[in-house]
């Protein structure tokens, strides 16, 4: 590996990664891929891109704390959810689509 490449003003360093490689990554600015096609995911056809965008990244942002956690061991837990916004309505979500009891604190 060659290190991280950041979202903004990176350096594009890993190769297969279109675009000008002189010039930095833009975040979702960029024409082109800014990462290594191995860290990539493909959306499914039958996914509509403004319904995997919350998944991508308010749903991994939700994801991350439940399964560290313990929240995917088949252990039935109560998640508290503190702030119904976007975020939270996503953890709300998650937590009661893996079977938990959850309290929305607001």
Do not use: R
């Amino acid at each position: 590996m060659k290190g991280m490449t950041g979202t903004y003003n990176g350096d594009k360093k890993h190769g297969n990664v279109l675009g000008n490689q002189t010039t930095k990554t833009q975040g979702g600015y960029s024409e082109s891929h800014t990462v290594h096609e191995h860290f990539v995911l493909k959306i499914p056809d039958n996914l509509p891109v403004d319904k995997a965008a919350p998944i991508m990244c308010s749903g991994i942002t939700l994801y991350s704390p439940i399964n560290h956690w313990g929240g995917f061991k088949g252990n039935k837990m109560t998640i508290g959810v503190i702030g119904i916004g976007g975020l939270g309505t996503m953890g709300i979500k998650i937590a009661k689509a893996a079977g938990h009891d959850v309290v929305a604190i607001s």
